[in-house]
Every structure is written in structure tokens, then in C-alpha cells.
């Protein structure tokens, strides 16, 4: 038979080899894998590992990327949360003084922030063991053990909480409650003289006593094997979280319209065009809405459309005893 040079036949016909290589069907990557297997889990059994995010963390954001060395504030704002983070600084003893840490950031600090909170829930205390639980939580999340390139991310961005001043804020039409904390309030740091040394998690970090007080009461639960399909993306996270605090509390009945504006200035940093958010954010949602399939919600060109629903965690009485040492 004549053929091209193409490996195409002259009369348009493809190779049986051409033609098995494109039905069939491709290996999915590690992370739509993650996804399906988390979807299909959530589906068969209520979750038997509960992690919880603060309110106001679930309404605004951390940045999704590096915003810069030079970027030492961060504020965000949704409806009526507010969140603003400095950058702190930390002891270098191999210097002899202070150095600056950046802003936290990405999904790494997210799942950092659902963990701490997550154990000085179950725990009843500010004081949390850090070097076992979340080398756990990370092997929980990645399904394997973590490399050492992996580990010293996560190390970055504990280091970078630890050292930031945050400020949360809620308001009502006759006043507004803040608080002013760090988050973490003593911590050890270990700085190695060799990059290609093992890096070790602080034995323990201790949550503010403001904080792990507004925490107590206002904790969202979110399903662990969600939080772990999605530890790849910021915006799913941020996603995730919104929805889980968000529509169990529209009113049933009363669907709630956010237009794609306030949408963009929600998830959209940097995404300069609406509608390049728009197409990112639509295929988040589409990966969300696999790990909270209770969420009842629909998406046109105009915006999105919130339907009260049930949340991803059945509702649990939050019990934080108030023993421990905070400051």
C-alpha cells in the first residue's frame, strides 16, 4: 500500500498501530487520579478524619503564590471578613540577629493552617506536638512518604506562619470583632549549616491564645480526603473552603446570586481578564464540586448561583477544653 511520508496512507487511512494510540484511553495523571479515587471514597462512607479551617480563613485567602520578598502585607477582604498578614521575622543563630521570612503562601501554607487547627481541636489545647502529627498529615496527604524537596517546603512555609502577625476581623451592621495574634506564638526554628542536611519540624508549636480562642468558635470542619485531593491547588482549596462555610447557610429556598466581578475579586489573583479567571475558576469548581458532591450550586456566563446544602461534614459540636498554656 502507498503510503506518505506522514505515515499517512494515500487514501487517508491511518496504521491499526495510529489508530490504537488514539483510542486508547490515556493514563490519568497523579493528580486526577488523586481525584477520582477521593471522589469515589466520599461517595461510599462519611469521613473518619475531620479537619477544620477558621471562618475568616474559608471567606478570604492567602496569597496562591510567592508575592515577593519585598511584599511584607496582605490583605483581603469578603463581604464581612477581613484578613491582613504581615510578614514577620525569625532568629538566625548563624547570623547573630533577625532575618526576614516571607509571606506565607500557596497550598502547602493552607494545609498547614487546616492542620494546626485540626489538632488544637482534637486536642483541647493550644500546644501542639508538630515533628510526629505532621509528618503523619503529610503522608496522609501525599499517600506516600515525602521527599526531602517536599518536606522543606512544607518547613518554609511553618516557618513563615510562625513568625507572621495575622489579623482577623468580622463585622455586623452594629459592630465589627477582631483579633490581632500571630497565629503561633513560640515555636523553635532549626537553621542546617548544610542545605543537604535533613530539615526537622519544630518538636512543637503553641497557638495564640486569641486565636485558638476564636478558633474554638469559629471552626469549619472539612472532609480530610477532600483537602488531600486537592492539596495541589490554592484556588481549590480556597474553593473548597468557601463552599463548605458558604451554603449550608443560605437560606433553603432563597438561593444566593455572586456575580463574576465579586467572584474575580474573591479567587481571581493573577488573573488580570475576567475572562481567563472565569475559564480557571469553572474548571476548579468542576474538581471541587467531585470532592463536595452534597454542594448544590450552578455557574452561566452572569455569575453563580448558591443553593442551600448540606455540608461536606455532618455538623459536629466543636468541644475545645480551655487547659493549656497561650499567650
Not at 532575618?99 to 485540626?118: E, Q, Y
Not at 477582631?178 to 503553641?206: C, G
Not at 475576567?274 to 455557574?299: C, D, G, I, N, S
Amino acid at each position: 500500500m502507498s503510503r506518505s511520508d506522514d505515515g499517512q496512507d494515500l487514501f487517508g487511512f491511518k496504521s491499526v498501530g495510529e489508530l490504537v494510540a488514539r483510542v486508547a484511553p490515556k493514563r490519568p495523571s497523579r493528580v486526577t487520579q488523586r481525584l477520582i479515587d477521593a471522589s469515589a471514597e466520599i461517595a461510599l462512607s462519611p469521613s473518619e478524619q475531620i479537619t477544620y479551617q477558621h471562618t475568616v480563613l474559608c471567606q478570604t485567602g492567602l496569597p496562591y503564590r510567592s508575592p515577593g520578598d519585598d511584599v511584607r502585607l496582605w490583605e483581603r477582604s469578603n463581604g464581612r471578613a477581613y484578613l491582613r498578614i504581615e510578614a514577620g521575622g525569625a532568629i538566625n543563630p548563624d547570623k547573630g540577629g533577625f532575618v526576614d521570612l516571607p509571606l506565607p503562601f500557596g497550598p502547602k501554607a493552607r494545609l498547614i493552617l487546616i492542620h494546626l487547627n485540626s489538632e488544637a481541636i482534637k486536642t483541647g489545647s493550644p500546644e501542639i506536638e508538630v515533628e510526629d502529627s505532621m509528618t503523619a498529615f503529610v503522608k496522609r496527604l501525599l499517600r506516600n512518604d515525602p521527599n526531602g524537596r517536599e518536606i522543606r517546603t512544607f518547613k518554609d512555609q511553618l516557618s513563615a506562619l510562625s513568625v507572621a502577625t495575622i489579623r482577623l476581623a468580622v463585622t455586623d451592621s452594629q459592630r465589627a470583632v477582631q483579633v490581632n495574634t500571630q497565629v503561633v506564638t513560640a515555636f523553635d526554628l532549626w537553621f542546617p549549616k548544610n542545605a543537604n542536611q535533613r530539615i526537622l519540624w519544630p518538636s512543637t508549636v503553641r497557638l495564640s491564645r486569641d486565636y485558638f480562642d476564636s478558633l474554638a468558635r469559629h471552626a469549619v470542619p472539612l472532609d480530610e480526603r477532600a483537602v488531600a485531593a486537592l492539596a495541589h491547588s490554592a484556588m481549590g482549596l480556597d474553593v473548597y473552603t468557601w463552599l463548605a462555610q458558604r451554603l449550608h447557610r443560605v437560606p433553603d429556598g432563597k438561593p444566593q446570586f455572586i456575580p463574576w466581578p465579586s467572584l474575580h475579586e474573591q479567587f481571581g489573583q493573577g488573573y488580570a481578564e475576567l475572562r481567563f479567571f472565569r475559564r480557571a475558576f469553572l474548571k476548579v469548581l468542576k474538581a471541587v464540586h467531585t470532592q463536595y458532591p452534597a454542594a448544590r450550586f450552578e455557574a452561566d456566563r452572569k455569575g453563580m448561583l448558591l443553593r442551600n446544602s448540606a455540608p461536606p461534614v455532618a455538623q459536629r459540636l466543636v468541644l475545645v477544653s480551655k487547659t493549656g498554656s497561650g499567650s
